[in-house]
Each structure stands twice: as structure tokens, then as C-alpha cells.
């Protein structure tokens, strides 16, 4: 289960009141504002509590979703893209993440690079849905999911550090 400062951050992320998804064209603006000021709220946090760690924007529509995550580890910065489409039963079903550039690395992913959550974060995301978001999925989908994943890929020289890919090259 989640810890307490699990639980006290993801507490203040605002929960959605708006049950539409994509094909909704009445109500899914209003969802994706929601969406947008709880992402907002999210990252204010982050930065309060010096743990800024992703970047997300949208297509005009809201359906398509791209950025960046990083995590620190020994003092370095790993960067990964990130990328992900809100399906069309959204928000009843959660959002796949895929970081592509660590497709196949390792047996917690799914091809194309789609990350697994099924065992801990879907159940979590069932019994919520609607009221949560894509805050929510990065808080508490993503976010453990490459505390967990990379370290380990680290450990095992899959990942490699930018600083130490270029010192091989040469």
C-alpha cells in the first residue's frame, strides 16, 4: 500500500467531477479543464516539495499527450520521453504510458513501450473512476513505476547515463 506522504500528496490533487471522455463533445471540454487545473495543482506541489519531475502537453483536442519524465538517481538525471492517448471509454479506463525508448528493457512493460500497470494501479484507477485524472496517473502510475524500474535498469547497465554514454563513444 501507499505511504503517508503517498497518500498526503496525492490527497491534494484535485478530484475530477466531470464524467466524460473523449467522444463526449459536450462535456469533454469541461473534463479536460478539470484535467488541465489538476495537472497544474500537481506540479505546484512538485515544485513546493523540490520533486519537479515530468512535463506534459496536449494536441488542441486533449487526446494525444507527449513530455518528458526524469528521475534522479546517484545524483544524475535520466530523461525519458513520454507519451500516451486518452482512449475513447476515458475516464471509466486509464490511460496507457508508453516510454518508448525503454521498450524491451524490461518484463514490466508491454511492446511499444506501454508500461505495466495493471497489478497495482488499475484497480486503483477502477474503484475511482471518474474522479481521477491524469495527475493521478502520473502520481501514482508513472511515478512509482520508474522509482521502482529504473534504478533497476541502472543497476543492470540497461539505462546508461547521457555523461556516460558519450565517454564510451570516444
Known amino acids: ?14 478530484l475530477l467531477k466531470t464524467h466524460a471522455g473523449p467522444r463526449d463533445r459536450s462535456l469533454w471540454p469541461l473534463r479536460l479543464k478539470e484535467e488541465y487545473q489538476a495537472l497544474i495543482k ?4 512538485n515544485k513546493e516539495a523540490d520533486n519537479d519531475w515530468f512535463r506534459l502537453e496536449s494536441n488542441a483536442d486533449g487526446t494525444r499527450w507527449t513530455g518528458t519524465c526524469w ?7 535520466y530523461e525519458f520521453r513520454l507519451e ?18 525503454l521498450d524491451g528493457k524490461t518484463a514490466k512493460m508491454y511492446r511499444g513501450g506501454k508500461i505495466c500497470l495493471t497489478e497495482h494501479f488499475a484497480p486503483l484507477w477502477a474503484r475511482n ?4 485524472g491524469l495527475a493521478h496517473l502520473m502520481a501514482l502510475g508513472l511515478g ?21 554514454q558519450r565517454e564510451t563513444a570516444e
Not at 1 to 14: F, G, K, L, N
Not at 42 to 45: A, G, I, K, L
Not at 71 to 76: A, S
Open 1 to 14: 500500500m501507499a505511504d503517508d506522504a503517498t497518500r498526503r500528496a496525492v490527497s491534494q490533487i484535485p
Open 42 to 45: 500537481f506540479v505546484e506541489q
Open 71 to 77: 528521475f534522479i538517481h546517484d545524483l544524475l538525471r
Open 84 to 101: 500516451f492517448d486518452v482512449p475513447v471509454t476515458y475516464p471509466d479506463t486509464a490511460p496507457e504510458v508508453a516510454v518508448p525508448e
Open 129 to 132: 473512476a471518474p474522479r481521477f
Open 144 to 164: 512509482p513505476w520508474l522509482a521502482v524500474e529504473v534504478p533497476d535498469l541502472i543497476s543492470k547497465g540497461l539505462v546508461v547515463h547521457k555523461e556516460g
